[in-house]
């Protein structure tokens, strides 16, 4: 049995969407998927994917990342309507979205958003962040939204003998970019993440955790955790984004140095 890794699938795109519908019905059918968000803000898109991979894998994890939880007149009330919508489509076509555990390995969904405990955004972030549109979390703060989330990985399981996989959409802390990253990319910093969903990380100790959002292919090793965020991407970042599969578990154990894109080998942070 394998575990495979992708994340901010956005297969509102043609190109990203006939690239996972076209995967293979029979290499994976022993094996795991992680999912770290951003399938597509439509349910119907959604729905669909979902039916196509449950055939496909023997289990498929996913939580939700922003684009999911963008609202339409006829999606939801609020996200938090939205949020239980996408909970009910996962467990109606058979897509877990809860704590994996068994003698092989244990999966570890955290949900979480953004909270500015990376800086607060500009007036341009926050002007052109579609979120800020798209979402809507009714008179909740978005450090409440953010609790909110964190408090639904409660009770965090206590470090495991067993190889643990952690994923989240959201990031941990900001050090995972490079340090010679564009100044457009470190203004949205703020919209990246939280830093209490780093303590939740140190809690459960995982030999692994996967991320996205940033559509930054990386993998680093932070406090002798692995980080690997490896997203599809927009089909425009084909310079940032493998346009593949990972496997990051195999026979037993975690793969803990994969190399990744742009990098040629883990960066040691």
């Not at 991979?53 to 990342?65: A, D, E, N, R, Y």
């Not at 399981?157 to 990319?185: E, G, N, R, Y």
């Not at 559509?215 to 991407?233: D, M, P, V, W």
């Amino acid at each position: 049995m394998k575990v495979w890794a992708t994340s901010d699938l956005h297969i509102d795109y043609d190109e990203n969407k006939k690239w996972f519908y076209q995967l293979s019905p029979i290499q994976y059918l022993d094996d795991f998927l992680i999912i770290a968000g951003d399938i597509s803000d439509d349910l119907l898109e959604t729905e669909s994917l979902f039916q196509q991979l449950s055939t496909k894998f023997k289990k498929v994890f996913f939580l939700p990342g922003n684009h999911d939880l963008w609202i339409h007149q006829s999606d939801a009330l609020d996200s938090f309507e939205k949020f239980r919508k996408v909970l009910d489509l996962a467990s109606k076509c058979g897509i877990e979205t809860e704590v994996f555990d068994n003698p092989e390995v244990r999966i570890i969904p955290l949900y979480s958003w953004y909270d500015f405990s990376f800086g607060h955004p500009s007036k341009l972030i926050a002007r052109a962040w579609k979120d800020f549109r798209k979402c809507d979390w009714g008179s909740w703060g978005l450090e409440a939204v953010t609790t909110f989330f964190h408090q639904y990985n409660q009770p965090l399981l206590p470090a495991s003998k067993v190889p643990t996989i952690s994923f989240s959409h959201f990031l941990p802390f900001t050090s995972m970019f490079p340090s010679d990253i564009p100044d457009f990319v470190r203004a949205l910093f703020p919209v990246f993440g939280s830093k209490s969903l780093w303590q939740q990380i140190k809690e459960i100790k995982p030999d692994i955790h996967i991320y996205g959002h940033s559509h930054l292919n990386r993998s680093f090793q932070k406090e002798g955790i692995c980080f690997l965020n490896n997203a599809y991407g927009y089909p425009k970042e084909k310079h940032i984004c493998r346009k593949r599969l990972i496997c990051i578990f195999e026979a037993g154990s975690v793969h803990k140095d994969i190399p990744q894109w742009p990098q040629n080998r883990p960066e040691k942070n």
